[in-house]
């Protein structure tokens, strides 16, 4: 419903950017990945790390021990590649990172599994691979299908999310760690949620809501008030001491 509100932009960091240079179509790290474990010819770890250092190695959010400067380079390995998320920074170690992502257990392998006539070691493996020769899907690309599916799934509902913070790392009543809390805090973005939320007004009621509910605290508006339901609100948060900044009249 259009209340003719004036919005002001919250300035906030848009994660696309990450997003984008996790999974850009060839030039995304999981392509680069997927990549280097296709290619012919011998495949490392650290191929994969030189890889990405000549494909996104000038993101502004990615940074490896060779492309980092003096005092970054202290603190990463040469192994090592740090992506600069919106809530701080996270390495990562590429050592495993093609043995994990081709995950390679032979066909007959899953065959004999799936004889078993343990039910919980069935369902692990279950017969949904199609019968073909070709090599199968790397982790990350089934990865990659599944949070599609589960996006799709989201987008078209109206989810609602509960953010659970836990306020101690034991488990244990009674007891509120500030940094560990400030860190959750942190990372879930729920600093900038909050600023969005207050910046979007999320208390809205008809005028005539509004002044009935609350004309007793102003005398100008109590007991009856013979104006306009509008101008009623105007007067009765005037007398309250709101700034036009606290809040905004629609329509």
């Given at each position: 419903?259009?209340?003719?509100?004036?919005?002001?932009?919250?300035?906030?960091?848009?994660?696309?950017?990450?997003?984008?240079?996790?999974?850009?179509?060839?030039?995304?790290?999981?392509?680069?990945?997927?990549?280097?474990?296709?290619?012919?010819?011998?495949?490392?770890?650290?191929?994969?790390l030189e890889k990405m250092e000549?494909?996104?190695?000038?993101?502004?959010?990615?940074?490896?021990?060779?492309?980092?400067?003096?005092?970054?380079?202290?603190?990463?390995?040469?192994?090592?590649?740090?992506?600069?998320?919106?809530?701080?920074?996270?390495?990562?170690?590429?050592?495993?990172?093609?043995?994990?992502?081709?995950?390679?257990?032979?066909?007959?392998?899953?065959?004999?599994?799936?004889?078993?006539?343990?039910?919980?070691?069935?369902?692990?493996?279950?017969?949904t691979e199609p019968d073909t020769?070709?090599?199968?899907?790397?982790?990350?690309?089934?990865?990659?299908?599944?949070?599609?599916?589960?996006?799709?799934?989201?987008?078209?509902?109206?989810?609602?999310?509960?953010?659970?913070?836990?306020?101690?790392?034991?488990?244990?009543?009674?007891?509120?760690?500030?940094?560990?809390?400030?860190?959750?805090?942190?990372?879930?973005?729920?600093?900038?949620?909050?600023?969005?939320?207050?910046?979007?007004?999320?208390?809205?009621?008809?005028?005539?809501?509004?002044?009935?509910?609350?004309?007793?605290?102003?005398?100008?508006?109590?007991?009856?008030?013979?104006?306009?339901?509008?101008?009623?609100?105007?007067?009765?948060?005037?007398?309250?001491?709101?700034?036009?900044?606290?809040?905004?009249?629609?329509?």
């Amino acid at each position: 419903m259009c209340v003719s509100v004036q919005w002001e932009p919250v300035p906030y960091f848009n994660n696309k950017i990450i997003c984008d240079l996790v999974e850009a179509k060839h030039q995304g790290i999981i392509s680069l990945l997927d990549e280097e474990c296709l290619r012919p010819g011998e495949a490392t770890d650290l191929t994969f790390l030189e890889k990405m250092e000549e494909e996104i190695g000038d993101h502004p959010h990615f940074v490896t021990h060779k492309l980092a400067n003096p005092k970054t380079r202290k603190t990463l390995e040469r192994g090592d590649f740090r992506l600069l998320h919106y809530a701080g920074e996270v390495t990562y170690c590429v050592v495993g990172f093609l043995d994990k992502n081709n995950d390679l257990l032979y066909r007959t392998g899953k065959e004999v599994m799936r004889q078993s006539s343990n039910a919980v070691i069935k369902l692990c493996f279950p017969d949904t691979e199609p019968d073909t020769k070709r090599r199968p899907e790397t982790v990350v690309t089934q990865f990659k299908v599944s949070l599609v599916g589960l996006t799709e799934i989201l987008m078209s509902k109206e989810p609602w999310y509960v953010r659970c913070i836990k306020p101690n790392e034991s488990k244990q009543p009674g007891r509120f760690d500030d940094v560990l809390v400030r860190h959750q805090v942190k990372y879930l973005g729920l600093m900038e949620h909050l600023r969005v939320r207050r910046a979007g007004f999320a208390y809205r009621r008809k005028f005539e809501i509004f002044l009935q509910r609350y004309k007793a605290l102003c005398p100008e508006t109590w007991p009856n008030w013979r104006g306009s339901a509008g101008e009623g609100v105007r007067r009765l948060v005037r007398h309250l001491g709101y700034t036009p900044d606290d809040y905004k009249m629609g329509r």
